[in-house]
C-alpha cells in the first residue's frame, strides 16, 4: 500500500506558530523533502525531531521527483515542507504533488502559517475577496505593465517583494495605482516585525529598512473608483510622456495604463493626447 505525501505548512518565522499536528507527522514520516535542510533543521532540532531530509528545490524538483515517488509507492510516508509557511504558494512542490496525484498516492494537506493570510488579516480592508499574485515581474518595464492589468480590480491584490526591489516597486506602484493604501508587513512573526497602512507615497517616505521579508495588501478600487477624475489633455500628454520616457513603456501599453488609471476608454485618452499635440502646436 502506498505511503501519503503530507503538504505540511511550517512557521514563517515563530516556532511557536507550528501545529501540534505538523510536529506529529514530522515525527512519524519516513523522509521530510526541504526546500532548503539548513532552514528546516531549525525547527526539528528546536522540537527534537531526527526525520532524515532531503532537498527538494526549484533547480532539483523534476530530478528528484521519481525517486521520491518511488518511496512512497514502496509504503513510505514523506511530509514536503519549504523554508517557511505553506508549500507550493510561491515555493516549490507542485511537480511532485502532482506526481503524486498521478501515481494514485494520496495527498494530505496540513493547513497552518501563511504570510499572506497573516497579512491580510491585518489590513483592515473591507473587500470580501483578495487576490495572491505572488511576486511582480523582476523588470520595471514588465512591473508597471503587471500592475497596469490590476489597476481595476476591486478585490485586495496581495504579493511578495524582495528587500533589493522593494522601493523601486512602491514607486512603480505609485505611478501606476496613485496614492492608494498600502500595507506593508515585514518579517512577519520575528523578532523585528513590522506592520503599517498608509498611502503608498508615506509608505516611500518612512521606508527605513530594506531588507527581510516583506508581504504586501494593496487596498482594492472599489474604495477609490469614485474619486477618480478625468484628467485634462496637457495633464494627461505629461503623464503619458512620463510613462513612454526613455523606453520606458510601449505607446500603446501606456495608453491602456492611463485607461486603466482613470477608468475611460483607450479612444478616449488617444483623443485626449491628440487634442494636446494640437493645441502645443
Known sequence: MPGTLYVVATPIGNLEDVTLRALRILREVSLIAAEDT?????????YSISTRTTSLHEHNERSKTPGIIAKLLAGE???????????????PGAQLVAAAHQAGIRVEPLPGPSAVLAALSASGFPE??????????????????????????????????????????LEDMAEIFGDRELLIARELTKVHENLAVQPISRHLAHLLEERGEFTLVLRGASDV?????????????????????????????????????????????????????????
Open 38 to 46: 539548513r532552514r528546516t533543521a531549525r525547527i526539528l532540532q528546536h
Open 225 to 281: 473608483a469614485a474619486t477618480i477624475a478625468t484628467p485634462s489633455a496637457t495633464s494627461l500628454a505629461v503623464e503619458f510622456g512620463q510613462l513612454t520616457n526613455n523606453d520606458a513603456m510601449a505607446r500603446r501599453q501606456a495608453i491602456k495604463t492611463l485607461a486603466n488609471r482613470y477608468q475611460i476608454p483607450a479612444r478616449q485618452v488617444f483623443a485626449l493626447l491628440e487634442e494636446a499635440k494640437y493645441s502645443a502646436e
Open 77 to 91: 510516508s514523506v511530509a514536503l515542507v519549504s523554508d517557511a509557511g505553506t508549500p507550493v504558494v510561491s515555493d
Open 128 to 169: 470580501g475577496e483578495f487576490t495572491f499574485l505572488g511576486f511582480p515581474p523582476v523588470r520595471s518595464t514588465a512591473r508597471k505593465e503587471w500592475f497596469a492589468s490590476h489597476i481595476t480590480d476591486r478585490q485586495s491584490l496581495v504579493f511578495y517583494e524582495a528587500p533589493h526591489r522593494i522601493r523601486r516597486c
